[in-house]
């Protein structure tokens, strides 16, 4: 009987993770606060560029095939996590499960509820609202103005048609 760890569960994982790190930064580009999406891209940039002290023959996401592509994506090269996982299996998937974690540390205090993201649609949302009153105030206005001038037209036309 042999028994080893399974390498597809390890390139589900770490395909998981780039998945996850590329709608992430998708999501973040389309922010309208820069100064969010911009605090979310650092504090990635800075996990990827962690030292992990998972796997015994590395301790980075690029060593185990996870890098940056041109495009500021991440990419997964499987053979190079193929390669490290068959040289060290356990560590590799430490260095996975700890960066993993290392994300998910991050990004709680963003995506909780009431967290830095819930609150900037709360004052978004409030601005949306703000917005749609004054629009709404606005439209009275016009109607008023327009009735108003309706009925000036009218008595002019009235004296006009009396002359």
Do not use: H
Request: aromatic share 6%.
């Amino acid at each position: 009987i042999t028994v080893s760890q399974d390498v597809e569960n390890v390139k589900a994982a770490a395909r998981k993770l780039v998945d996850a790190y590329n709608n992430l930064m998708s999501a973040t580009g389309g922010l309208p606060d820069s100064a969010l999406a911009s605090d979310i891209a650092a504090g990635a940039e800075r996990i990827l560029a962690r030292t992990f002290s998972g796997a015994s023959g590395a301790g980075f996401l690029g060593e185990i095939g996870i890098e940056k592509n041109a495009d500021g994506t991440l990419g997964l090269d499987t053979t190079v996590l193929q390669n490290a996982f068959n040289s060290d299996a356990a560590g590799v998937t430490s260095l996975l499960n700890e960066a993993a974690m290392a994300f998910d540390g991050f990004m709680e205090p963003f995506t909780r509820i009431g967290g830095t993201i819930d609150n900037a649609a709360q004052r978004l949302q409030s601005q949306v609202n703000f917005l749609e009153t004054r629009t709404s105030g606005a439209d009275y206005a016009l109607s008023v103005l327009q009735q108003q001038a309706i009925r000036q037209y009218s008595v002019i036309m009235a004296m006009g048609s009396n002359l």
